[in-house]
């Protein structure tokens, strides 16, 4: 089942601080996420392993909490490059399968 | 490395048509994922190979749909007969596994087809 994302899509203005939230239905063993552009292909941000684990990728955190099943995106400081389709993509905890599922996806559009 | 190839990068066919889709992973990545983007339903996983074999094959939609692996640089998506609601971009992607977890996915340009 897919993850489901929210917001669905936000309008910063560059500066602004975002929160974009990932949850699931099943029990997680990683969360990754990814940013596409318009008529581009998604691209690679960062992944996450454990429960209650946080990565930092510049300006672009996420948290991981394995016992609620979900991942939250943090963007601060957000800057007109980081306008995009946000994606997060969750490998369930089940077996050995490494299938990757995408969420539904968050616009966001940073204006000046 | 080239990254990810598909091809070919824009199709228009008929419905009815037999449409072929190919793709060439990074070498040494040892897991192939199909998707297939549309608005209405997002990004969704076709299949998956590990290893030039099949995995997860639960979501292609129909038995209009076929995935091959020949050999570890080469991957193939076919559809016939294709259908107008099979209009969509799909992307082809690769992954070197990182112990229990997939690896960073890395993605083709996507194919956009349009069936008419």
């Known amino acids: 089942q897919q993850p489901v994302q929210s917001p669905q899509a936000v309008i910063l203005r560059e500066g602004e601080d975002a929160v974009i939230n990932c949850s699931s239905s099943k029990a997680l063993y990683s969360v990754h996420w990814y940013r596409q552009k318009h008529g581009e292909a998604p691209v690679f941000l960062m992944i996450l392993l454990k429960g209650g684990e946080q990565k930092g990728h510049d300006k672009i955190s996420a948290s991981f909490n394995e016992k609620k099943q979900q991942s939250s995106l943090y963007l601060t400081a957000s800057q007109l490059s980081y306008s995009g389709t946000y994606f997060c993509?969750?490998?369930?905890?089940?077996?050995?399968?490494?299938?990757?599922?995408f969420g539904t996806g968050t616009r966001l559009q940073v204006t000046l | 490395d080239a990254g990810v190839i598909q091809s070919p990068r824009h199709e228009v066919t008929e419905m009815g048509q037999e449409v072929t889709l190919r793709c060439k992973p990074i070498s040494g990545h040892d897991y192939l994922f199909w998707y297939r983007q549309t608005m209405m339903r997002g990004l969704e996983l076709l299949i998956y190979f590990n290893n030039n074999v099949p995995i997860d094959d639960s979501g292609m939609p129909e038995d209009r749909f076929s995935a091959k692996m020949p050999n570890a640089s080469f991957s193939t998506l076919k559809i016939q007969p294709s259908e107008p609601r099979d209009s969509a971009v799909y992307f082809c992607?690769?992954?070197?596994?990182?112990?229990?977890?997939?690896?960073?996915?890395?993605f083709g340009e996507g194919s956009r087809l349009t069936v008419l």
């Open positions: 993509g969750t490998e369930d905890n089940t077996g050995t399968a490494s299938k990757l599922t």
């Open positions: 992607a690769s992954s070197f596994r990182q112990g229990r977890n997939t690896g960073e996915l890395f």
